[in-house]
């Protein structure tokens, strides 16, 4: 019985710590858009490269379960 208590009390600090250290960042906007500005270039380009390189503009056929130039 002495177990579970210490494993809620655990879990209870835990949470507790997680709330502490989400709530002193508070919502300050960051001071630099450079990093935002990275971060959506790149999502920019995976898109563009799963637009580009998926396997219907590849082999300009329709993927199927089977391969039908192995033997």
Known sequence: MIELGVLFGLLVAGAA???F???RR???G???VDG???EQARREQAHNDRV???AGAV???VPTLRDH???
């Open 17 to 19: 710590a997680l709330i």
């Open 21 to 23: 250290v989400l709530l």
């Open 26 to 28: 508070g919502n300050s």
């Open 30 to 32: 960051t001071q630099n």
């Open 36 to 38: 935002l500005l990275i």
């Open 52 to 54: 580009t390189y998926n």
């Open 59 to 61: 082999d300009r056929t």
């Open 69 to 71: 130039d192995r033997p």
